[in-house]
């Protein structure tokens, strides 16, 4: 079985996720770190670590696999940049175009208030 068949796959082979596909598929399934940790066998403080890399998560591979096979079971979909999600489903896809001008926008909105 693969782990993650829209995984985006980087540099020797290894399944890449970002952090806020980590996040947010925690959020679409309405669980916390804890319930989390639970599913995939492994501790929370790994959890938070990979929720707070600055892009591609990042952790031993293992880890990561338990990860990820828990939240395919859970019903989360990853979809790689460009890929087409097959499965149908209701989902969330950040669009590439202007997402750097909104996150800055946010920021500065962020600022000013």
């Known amino acids: 079985m693969m782990i993650c068949d829209n995984c985006h796959i980087g540099l020797k082979g290894r399944v890449m996720i970002g952090a ?18 639970m599913l995939s066998g492994i501790s929370v403080q790994t959890i938070q670590r990979m929720e707070t890399s600055e892009d591609i998560v990042r952790g031993n591979v293992d880890s990561l696999t338990r990860l990820i096979t828990a939240l395919n079971e859970a019903g989360i979909e990853f979809i790689a940049p460009g890929a087409i999600s097959t499965a149908g ?25």
Do not use: F, K
Request: hydrophobic share 40%.
């Open 20 to 37: 806020a596909q980590l996040r947010g598929a925690r959020a679409l399934l309405g669980i916390d770190r804890r319930q989390l940790a």
């Open 89 to 113: 489903g209701r989902g969330v896809r950040l669009a590439e175009e202007g997402a750097n001008n909104r996150a800055a926008r946010t920021d500065s909105d962020a600022r000013a208030a």
